[in-house]
């Protein structure tokens, strides 16, 4: 992407985000936001719910940051017109696992930029359609075990190559939390300005 002048923030602590932004080679920091997540929508649509996080996660650190660029992100599956959180323990995990077994669910990812000092804002949300194959009570023990649903919106954590339990129609990298195809571009956009 060529070097930048500009000090570029990810506004997450989520590994996972760390790992896509370290794919496009260019320094930057990680200052996670810290804001409280509704656990309910509040406005009933999915792409209002993740704007509005993400919204609220890049305003959480625009207000401690005097010059750069903020990315925030928030990921939610939605499923029967609710969101798919993150599971609370195991138990919740198998519900979640046992709602999604065999259907597809939409995944919407919000992101904004945000350039300070100017406070010029780019902001949008993504959407993949995600299937997972119907799942045996042998198989939700044996995934459940593996502890990779801890931490993740619908219980899993997608493999990018040949994922055994989900396909995904749309960008992977939304799937994984930040769709790194629109991102680039757009952040290359405004850093060049």
Not at 7 to 31: C, F, K, N, Q, T
Not at 36 to 48: F, K, M, N, V, Y
Not at 134 to 148: G, H, I, V, W
Request: overall charge negative; charged content about 25%.
């Amino acid at each position: 992407m060529g070097q930048s002048a500009k000090r570029l923030i990810l506004a997450s602590g989520s590994p996972a985000r760390r790992e896509l932004m370290d794919r496009l080679g260019i320094p930057y920091e990680v200052i996670p936001a810290q804001i409280d997540e509704p656990l309910q929508a509040g406005t009933g649509d999915a792409r209002s719910y993740v704007a509005e996080i993400a919204w609220r996660k890049a305003a959480a650190v625009a207000s401690t940051i005097n010059d750069g660029i903020i990315i925030a992100a928030d990921t939610v599956g939605w499923l029967d017109g609710k969101p798919v959180l993150k599971p609370e323990d195991e138990a919740d995990a198998r519900r979640i696992l046992n709602s999604l077994s065999g259907r597809s669910h939409e995944l919407w990812t919000g992101v904004v930029l945000w350039r300070r000092p100017d406070d010029l804002q780019i902001v949008w949300q993504e959407l993949s359609r995600v299937t997972m194959k119907p799942m045996s009570a042998n198989e939700f023990d044996a995934y459940l075990k593996t502890r990779q649903w801890v931490g993740c919106s619908g219980a899993y954590a997608i493999q990018e190559q040949g994922d055994p339990l989900l396909t995904v129609q749309g960008s992977i990298t939304n799937v994984i939390g930040l769709p790194m195809e629109t991102l680039q571009g757009r952040l290359e956009w405004l850093m060049s300005k």
